[in-house]
Each structure stands twice: as structure tokens, then as C-alpha cells.
T-cell receptor
Framework: ETGVTQTPRHLVMGMTNKKSLKCEQHLGHNAMYWYKQSAKKPLELMFVYNFKEQTENNSVPSRFSPECPNSSHLFLHLHTLQPEDSALYLC?????????????FGNGTRLTVT | QKEVEQNSGPLSVPEGAIASLNCTYSDRGSQSFFWYRQYSGKSPELIMFIYSNGDKEDGRFTAQLNKASQYVSLLIRDSQPSDSATYLCATPKRDDKIIFGKGTRLHILP
């Protein structure tokens, strides 16, 4: 496989469930990201990892918990979410976190919280 | 002022015409700019990036950057129905976090 792959593509969960989103990049990049995309809002940066170390937590509620075991894998653990957390969650990677490195996105996970 | 502003559209352009998409930014220190295309239900894909003032051409796409006026634009020549999508403008802030605009919906009329 090439590029950035995310699973699952769709997820429906209740507010008391625990689930995890998975992302894997096959590009040899050093940085990985989680973005949230809601209707009529810009892409919101959630977390940044560089060489598997977290460099950014953009004031994200603790019900979202990231994990980056190595430079190729990134998880987003979800617990007691709210309906307003329903959105498209996008994983991305870049060669490094410097501003000249473009982002490569996965296909996203469409999350619905009921 | 929003950090990256785009007209949300929709922008309707006849097939074969030139589509012009504009983006303004607030940080005078911004150095690099990216244009992403996002089809409905899909993830954004990079189509152009530009670092220097002036024009950069790639096939039917031309990116234009004017740092003095703090705007960057994307021109699509010979527009095709397959160009119908949302176009996102993005630039990194001083702390290297990439900030996106809300995107402009482009509709090419057959």
C-alpha cells in the first residue's frame, strides 16, 4: 500500500462507547497529524507528532487521546464523545513539521456520535 | 481578521473558461502557500504550492502570489466538469502549524 491509509472509513458510536481510529503512512515521513473537518468550518488541527513525539495539542478535549507508537502509525482513541464531535477526522503526514512540507491526507474517518 | 480567508462560493464557471480562486491571509510573515482540492466525501489532495512572489504554472493550473497585498490565487484554465470541487488555501503560521481557509466551492457548468 502507498500513501496514508485510515481505518475505519465510517464509524457510528454512542456517547458511552470507546473506539479508536487508526492511521498508517507509507511515505517515510517524520510528522503525522490529526485534523477535524466539520461542515462549514475550516480544517482544525488537533494533534501533531514529529518523530513520534507530540509537539502540538491544539486545546483538544481529553475525550480525544492520541497515540503514536512510531513514525508510521498514529491512533486517535475516543471515549465518551458528544454529538458535536461528529465530523470527518483526517490523518495527514508530511516530511517534517517545517512549513515548506506539504501535507498528504488519508481518506478520513466519518464519525457519527449518537 | 481570519488568518486565511476565502469566499465560500459556490463559484460557477462555464466549461472551457478560466476559473479564478482567491485567498487572503493575515500574517505578513507567511512564506509558503498550498492549494488543495477536495471532492465531496473525499480527503484534500495537494495540487499546487508556491513560495515566491509571482506566478507558478503547472499544466492547466497557475498559482499567483502577491506578498505585498497578502493574497494568493489559483487559476484553472480550460475548466472541466471534473474540476468541480472545493479548493482549500493553506499556509503555515510562524510556529509552522498549517492553517486552512474554509474553502471555495467551484462548480463547472457543462
Amino acid at each position: 500500500e502507498t500513501g496514508v491509509t485510515q481505518t475505519p472509513r465510517h464509524l457510528v458510536m454512542g456517547m458511552t462507547n470507546k473506539k479508536s481510529l487508526k492511521c498508517e503512512q507509507h511515505l517515510g515521513h517524520n510528522a503525522m497529524y490529526w485534523y477535524k473537518q466539520s461542515a462549514k468550518k475550516p480544517l482544525e488541527l488537533m494533534f501533531v507528532y514529529n518523530f513520534k513525539e507530540q509537539t502540538e495539542n491544539n486545546s483538544v478535549p481529553s475525550r480525544f487521546s492520541p497515540e503514536c507508537p512510531n513514525s508510521s502509525h498514529l491512533f486517535l482513541h475516543l471515549h465518551t464523545l458528544q454529538p458535536e464531535d461528529s465530523a470527518l477526522y483526517l490523518c495527514a503526514s508530511s516530511q517534517d513539521i517545517q512549513g515548506y512540507s506539504p501535507l498528504h491526507f488519508g481518506n478520513g474517518t466519518r464519525l457519527t456520535v449518537t | 481578521q481570519k488568518e486565511v480567508e476565502q469566499n465560500s462560493g459556490p463559484l460557477s464557471v462555464p466549461e472551457g473558461a478560466i476559473a479564478s480562486l482567491n485567498c487572503t491571509y493575515s500574517d505578513r510573515g507567511s512564506q509558503s502557500f498550498f492549494w488543495y482540492r477536495q471532492y465531496s466525501g473525499k480527503s484534500p489532495e495537494l495540487i499546487m504550492f508556491i513560495y515566491s512572489n509571482g506566478d507558478k504554472e503547472d499544466g492547466r493550473f497557475t498559482a499567483q502570489l502577491n506578498k505585498a497585498s497578502q493574497y494568493v490565487s489559483l487559476l484553472i484554465r480550460d475548466s472541466q466538469p471534473s474540476d468541480s470541487a472545493t479548493y482549500l488555501c493553506a499556509t503555515p503560521k510562524r510556529d509552522d502549524k498549517i492553517i486552512f481557509g474554509k474553502g471555495t466551492r467551484l462548480h463547472i457548468l457543462p
